[in-house]
Every structure is written in C-alpha cells, then in structure tokens.
C-alpha cells in the first residue's frame, strides 16, 4: 500500500513531442504529489507538485494531471527539449516529508 | 543560498570495510533526511531527523546502519560492516517546516 508505481520506464521523443508518465498509488492517505527531475550524477531536484484538492497544475511546459478517483496521476512535458533529458520521479506522502518515491522514467529527447 | 553539501562524492571500499558520510543542510533546514538510491530505483527514505531527533528510522537497517546529527546541523551516515548489496547513492536531503525537500549531489558507494 505504501508503493507508487510509475510507467514507462523510459521514454524517446522526438524534440517539440509531449511525453507523459504516468503513476498510481494505493495510499488514500497521500496528499502531496511532487515530480522530480535527476540529471547524471546529480541528486533529485523538485519540478512541480500538487495536492489532492485539484486536478491539474501547470508550470511553464510541465504540467501535472491528478486523478483523485483512479489514484493516478500524470506528468505530461510540452515541446520537450533536448535539455529535458532526464529521468524523471514521482512522489508521494502524507505531507511533504517522508516521501515515496516510484521507480523512475528514463527520458531521451532527440533534436 | 548554497544547497545541501555532501561529501564524499565517491567511495569504494572492500566488503566488511566500514565508511561513513557526511551531510550539510540548507541554513535554517530543521529537517534532515538520508536516502538510499540503488541503481535503475527510485530514492528510499532511511531515516528523517526533525533538529537533532529522529522522527523515522523505520527503514533503516540498524543492525549495520547509524546516523546521527548533532547539534542538529551537519549529520553522518555510517555502514559497519558495508555489505555488497549497499552500493548505491546515498542521497542527503533538507527542508524547512515541512515544505519542499533539497536534495545534494549525493555519494556514490561501491562496496567490492
């Protein structure tokens, strides 16, 4: 009940495509959804988060899409960029610590 | 405003060895958190301090893993004795009341 389950495990696109990634948790308990971008060799760093109380939240090209009834939440990357090669992790917790992390998405941007 | 200091960034070291790392938070960060990434994973929690008391070690396994952070500041991991299955990057995070957590760079162990 405490696993978040993230798909795809990676990802290729075309440079200006909308790559998705989906998640799903079990946990009704969870209320703060955060994505995170790691590049090589760095460590995690925060890209957007939402909570429960709405169903989607944009932020420059990143938008986050919240399905409180299915327990899946999304994160859809518009005109993706060479540069937004990463790979990419969602989260969850009951607050904003402890989090829980999925296993990761491999993203690859090709120009 | 520097972001989370860790140190080593590398280290390789023979099974049974022992090692430690170190982490310095974000000013002001009362909360510290220690996490494991194993290649092609996503980070797990190991143990979260709230100033210099734990308030989750729930996953952390005790019988060769301690940390502590005194003053409630800087902390250190250590692993004694480190088995194979501990390579990984070891991940040390901080945020202030509760909001948004800063990760550092991290230190990659490689147990031979």
């Known amino acids: 009940q405490q696993q978040v389950k993230q798909s795809p495990q990676s990802l290729i696109v075309q440079k200006g495509g909308i790559p998705i990634i989906n998640c799903a948790y079990e946990?009704?308990?969870?209320?703060?959804f955060p994505w995170y971008q790691q590049f090589p060799g760095k460590g995690p760093a925060l890209l957007i988060a939402i909570r429960p109380d709405v169903s989607e939240k944009k932020e420059g090209r990143f938008t986050i899409s919240f399905n409180k009834s299915a327990k899946q939440f999304s994160l859809h990357i518009m005109d993706s960029q060479p540069g937004d090669s990463a790979t990419y992790f969602c989260?969850?917790?009951?607050?904003?610590?402890?989090?829980?992390f999925g296993t990761g998405t491999r993203l690859q941007v090709f120009p | 405003e520097a972001g989370v200091a860790q140190s080593p960034r590398y280290k390789i070291i023979e099974k049974r060895q022992s090692v430690a790392f170190w982490c310095n938070p974000i000013s002001g960060h009362a909360t510290l958190y220690w996490y494991q990434q194993i290649l092609g994973q996503g980070p797990k929690l190991l143990i979260q301090?709230?100033?210099?008391?734990?308030?989750?070690d729930s996953q952390l396994p005790k019988d060769r893993f301690s940390a502590e952070r005194l003053k409630g500041v800087d902390s250190t991991l250590k692993i004694q004795p480190a088995k194979l299955e501990d390579s990984a990057v070891y991940l040390c995070a901080s945020s202030f009341l509760n909001t948004e957590a800063f990760f550092g760079q991290g230190t990659r162990l490689t147990v031979v």
């Open positions: 301090f709230q100033n210099n008391g734990v308030v989750d």
């Open positions: 989260a969850a917790s009951e607050s904003t610590d402890k989090l829980i």
């Open positions: 946990n009704t308990a969870f209320d703060y």
